[in-house]
């Protein structure tokens, strides 16, 4: 079984710093990496996709991918508190799969 | 973004009733879709992979029998929960994928409570 992993949290911030969510994955073959946000009793909502190594930025979101170190990050920069949710890492399957494996997501608070 | 709808949002029933979900795409077309279960607390469990036109892949440990899966169009697909019983109240949520794309785009979810 394919594992994403991720700390459950909640990691607390206050408003205006820069929250940091990291993800770490098992199967070294996958290539499609996906940040969702989950507000509670919502369904989720894609906040970023990174496929190559390095950095990827959009607006206040910086995704960061390490295939050598099958790792994932996520950075919020001035966190605020509508940013408070549940950030859920996902990875696709190997071998061209279209196919997402989920973390259990980290919750985020960001306090005024 | 795609567009995925579910329908109902929200459903209550008795313990051994049939409980049908729709998952539409509305902006493009689907041959492929997702249905997820989420408990509270927990991540998103991949349930099923639903293809237009052929048989569902049911996730190891997911009875094919209970949870009957149906994607008679390239915008539809429909998940019914059979004899539904307390433990199978959940939130459902579908997902889908337009042509070309890797990320998936979520429906808003169906919250099920089985009495």
């Known amino acids: 079984q394919k594992e994403v992993e991720q700390n459950s949290g909640p990691l607390s911030v206050p408003e205006g710093a820069i929250a940091s969510l990291n993800c770490t994955y098992s199967?070294?073959?996958?290539?499609?990496f996906f940040w969702y946000r989950q507000y509670s009793g919502k369904s989720p909502e894609l906040i970023m996709s990174i496929y190559s190594n390095g950095d990827k930025e959009d607006g206040r979101f910086t995704a960061q991918l390490n295939k050598a170190s099958q790792y994932v990050s996520l950075l919020i920069r001035d966190s605020q508190p509508s940013d408070s949710a549940t950030y859920l890492c996902a990875v696709n399957r190997s071998g061209g799969s279209y196919i997402p494996t989920f973390g259990r997501g980290t919750s985020l608070i960001v306090h005024p | 973004g795609a567009v995925v709808s579910q329908h109902p949002s929200r459903v209550i029933c008795k313990s051994g009733t049939s409980v049908k979900i729709e998952c539409r795409s509305l902006d493009f077309q689907a041959t492929t879709m997702f249905w997820y279960r989420q408990f509270p607390k927990q991540s998103l469990m991949l349930m099923a992979t639903s293809n237009e036109g052929s048989k569902a892949t049911y996730e190891q440990g997911v009875e094919k029998d209970k949870f009957l899966i149906n994607h008679a169009s390239l915008t539809l697909s429909t998940l019914t929960v059979t004899s539904a019983h307390p433990e199978d109240s959940s939130f459902y949520i579908c997902?889908?994928?337009?042509?070309?794309?890797?990320?998936?785009?979520f429906g808003p979810g169906t919250r099920l409570t089985v009495l």
């Open positions: 997902s889908a994928s337009p042509p070309g794309a890797r990320e998936q785009f």
């Open positions: 199967d070294r073959g996958s290539q499609s």
